[in-house]
């Protein structure tokens, strides 16, 4: 069948838009394809999937062509119609055409690593582009995949290179042209008033959801709703009868709303110990032989973990790299939208460091790459740790490094030389780390495990297992070593994309605190998360201090009273009693019975306590942050 288009010049915007459609469409073809075995829902729901791609597809075109109907509404017709105009036309029509197929790239490649359309963290990666490119340059064949593209936009050109002639061929009058750029600038109002960024949000299975929106759309529409406004969007409960309940959790006596401050004491005397705190990139628990994996690709930690304190229902907070330091370092629920590490005015917040700081501790955060990235240097600037990333390293220190830092050899090597330099001064230190090889291109010094670099992430895990051997074998040479409590934790797992909107599954993480002299071996299996790892490691040397945590200290809770707060951008969950509870905006409750087996869901008004409790630790920490309490 041919396609006739009519003699206007703003047909040219349709068959744009037609090759959008055509384009989006094959794209969601593939991704259904690609998750097939994920996809558990009826057919009817599918073909409704694709429906409401078009929707979103429209909507993104409708704002796309604005700037594109001003010109064709502006430019007379002897302008229009020259020579020089139509080359521009073309031009601009041929770039047109090659960022669509350039964004439909983007969306596979961005679907591959993170299970999801292009959303909020595509754009937190605009703003440092030489870590992205880099690592999109060593981790793709960018130069064939770009070549690709560019033979897929001629292609297409010159399959529909009459169509575009013919818009050239029609003498509009302005009053027309005005008639007709009325009907198309309504469109994109209709979008605004009618299509909610969470619209396509139809199905239980998230996969699904995901097919049906456009990464153009959600690109944007994460641009503009980075930070989340907490009482707006979510349901809220009254005030002083949620304090009371979060109260009650945290054993606070006080009256004042939300206030969470309370006095932690110990039976027993303090000790003065340092402490290394080892946040690994992306360690999942199903990594660890301890949790299921069959390749071995963990061998020391797999024996290391027979020597400490093993925690084995261990949950990250969220499923980005700020999320789990947000936790770590203040031990805080996580927030709708935008991390508080990113967030502006976010200094002298309580934390672990400031804890120790008081107490006269060189408290240090030391990351392998630059610490600009996600904003994690002036976040922990403003709240008193001293800084140690890549540009501190020496030319002799730098022996490999990718798009992210240095391999992790190379950060712990330097962890050994800034704690041999507070001992000598006779100061007690507090090192928090992150680590950067586990992370794509994957890619670390040869020679070292028997896995080639680059290939995959079980070689980064394996690497990162045989960097953090050698760091405790050199540590143990150490006058230090016996009064140093090791902390190995994850910031998040390798990927959090299922059916599901919050995979409890892919939220379990590792935990292990070593120190032979001090920490006993045991495997705690307290249901547990990031935000427990503070006062846990203040509860190991008997610290006495008024607390502002929401973190309970886990060696000293009873396993009854365990729950792990988990989330991603908008969903904010709480585990608990193997049910999982999560808010959502547009004022959604959602329960889920047996989140980790079959998966059912449960009416809210039947879970009374419990909806109250994940609003509870929500409610009020949106609280204390909008009112700047939880400062010292």
């Keep these: 069948m041919r396609l006739v288009l009519p003699r206007s010049r703003f047909a040219i915007l349709g068959l744009f838009f037609v090759i959008n459609l055509v384009s989006f469409a094959l794209l969601r073809i ?69 960022g669509l197929f350039f964004l ?57 290179r009459h169509h575009f002639a013919v818009t050239f061929q029609n003498e509009e009058t302005f009053s027309r042209r005005i008639k007709i750029a009325g009907f198309l600038f309504l469109l994109p109002i209709v979008s605004y008033f009618s299509i909610h960024r969470t619209t396509y949000q139809f199905s239980q299975n998230t996969y699904l959801n995901e097919i049906a929106a456009n990464g153009g759309y959600q690109f944007f529409s994460a641009f503009r709703n980075n930070e989340l406004n907490y009482r707006q969007f979510y349901r809220l409960a009254d005030d002083a009868q949620l304090s009371q309940k979060i109260k009650t959790q945290l054993s606070v006596t006080n009256e004042s709303l939300y ?13 003065k110990l340092n402490i290394i705190l080892i946040t690994v990139e992306s360690l999942s628990a199903d990594y660890l032989t301890k949790f299921g994996n069959k390749n071995k690709i963990t061998p020391f930690m797999d024996n290391w973990f027979q020597d400490g304190a093993l925690f084995t229902n261990f949950y990250a907070t969220g499923t980005r790299t700020i999320r789990g330091l947000e936790a770590l370092t203040l031990s805080i629920p996580p927030t709708a939208g935008q991390s508080i590490v990113k967030r502006p005015d976010n200094e002298r917040l309580f934390n672990l460091g400031h804890v120790l700081q008081e107490r006269g501790y060189d408290t240090a955060f030391l990351y392998g790459g630059m610490g600009y990235f996600d904003n994690m240097n002036a976040f922990y ?31 712990f090597n330097r962890t050994i030389k800034e704690a041999d330099n507070d001992f000598s001064q ?26 080639p670099s680059g290939k995959s992430r079980e070689g980064a895990v394996k690497y990162t297992d045989y960097a953090i051997q050698e760091f405790i074998k050199t540590a143990k040479t150490k006058p230090w070593f016996d009064n140093t409590i ?46 427990d790892v503070a006062p846990t490691l203040l509860g190991l040397l008997n610290l006495r201090y008024e607390s502002q945590f929401y973190g309970q200290d886990i060696l000293k809770t009873a396993p009854e009273k365990g729950r792990a707060l ?28 047996d989140p980790m087996g079959e998966h059912h869901s449960v009416a809210p008004e039947t879970q009374t306590d419990l909806v109250n409790d994940v609003m509870s630790y929500y409610q009020s920490a949106d609280y204390i942050w909008t009112h700047r309490l939880s400062r010292y």
Aim: glycine fraction near 4%; aromatic fraction near 14%.
């Design 104 to 160: 439909i790239l983007a969306e596979w490649t961005f679907w591959d690593e993170f299970g999801v359309r292009l959303n909020f963290i595509a754009v937190d990666y605009l703003i440092y582009t030489h870590e992205v490119v880099q690592n999109i340059i060593e981790s793709y064949p960018l130069g064939k995949l770009l070549t690709g593209v560019f033979v897929i936009t001629v292609s297409v050109f010159w399959i529909v």
């Design 381 to 411: 600037e403003g709240n008193g740790y001293r800084i140690v990333d890549q540009n501190q390293f020496t030319s002799e220190e730098v022996t490999f490094k990718n798009a992210w830092g240095v391999s992790d050899d190379i950060i």
């Design 566 to 593: 988990i989330s991603n951008y908008q969903k904010l969950g709480l585990f608990k009693d193997n049910k999982l509870v999560y808010l959502s905006p547009q004022q959604k409750i959602d329960v889920v019975d």
């Design 486 to 531: 090791f902390v190995m934790v994850a910031d998040h797992c390798a990927g959090s994309a299922r059916k599901t909107d919050l995979p409890v599954d892919k939220y379990h993480i590792p935990l292990f605190i070593y120190s032979p002299k001090h920490v006993p071996v045991v495997e705690n299996t307290t249901l547990s998360s990031q935000i």
């Design 30 to 98: 593939a991704l259904l394809v690609k998750q097939w075995a994920d996809i558990d829902t009826p057919i009817v729901q599918v073909l409704y999937a694709f429906v409401m791609g078009v929707i979103y597809d429209s909507a993104f075109y409708a704002y796309l062509l604005i700037p594109f109907t001003l010109y064709l509404v502006v430019m007379p017709h002897r302008w229009y119609g020259h020579s020089i105009s139509k080359m521009i036309s073309a031009i601009v029509f041929l770039i047109s055409l090659y």
């Design 259 to 271: 206030d969470i401050k309370r006095q932690i004491t110990a039976d027993e005397p303090e000790k």
């Design 426 to 451: 006779d100061k007690p230190f507090f090192f928090q780390i992150m680590t950067t090889t586990n992370h794509r291109p994957y890619s670390y010094p040869e020679g070292k495990i028997d896995i």
